[in-house]
């Protein structure tokens, strides 16, 4: 289900940033959000997510963008520095969230609609 929202995508020159928020509201404890990468006519693949203990980036974005979330304004952000034009595309935030108080538990699946990024000069 859609419960998510991207904002903050434009369009940007190579070297400039912009960050991205995914605002998810109140009523939900995810353990897992990521931020999906989809570049025109491509397949989605994931760049960044973060957990209560642990953050991972695709390589590609390695020292340039930065994950974060923040449960007080409840959103997500990507921060994304030194853009290039491969990091054009779609973004998409994702989250999971456990339901259940015993075994066994289900996962509930979020999606955003995206938030276009473009990179050109």
């Known amino acids: 289900q859609r419960q998510l929202v991207e904002s903050g995508g434009g369009l940007v020159q190579p070297g400039e940033s912009l960050k991205l928020s995914c605002f998810f509201g109140?009523?939900?404890?995810?353990?897992?959000m990521a931020w999906y990468h989809q570049p025109p006519g491509k397949q989605s693949e994931r760049v960044a997510s973060?957990?209560?203990?642990?953050?991972n980036y695709q390589d590609s974005v390695k020292g340039r963008f930065t994950i974060s979330r923040d449960d007080v304004k409840t959103t997500m952000y990507l921060q994304m520095n030194n853009l290039k034009p491969e990091d054009t595309g779609t973004y998409y935030c994702?989250?999971?969230?456990?339901?259940?108080?015993?075994?066994?538990?289900?996962?509930?699946?979020?999606w955003g609609l995206g938030t276009q990024v473009t990179v050109s000069s």
């Open positions: 994702y989250a999971v969230e456990l339901k259940g108080s015993s075994a066994p538990f289900t996962n509930s699946e979020f």
């Open positions: 109140t009523g939900h404890d995810f353990y897992f």
């Open positions: 973060i957990t209560a203990t642990d953050t």
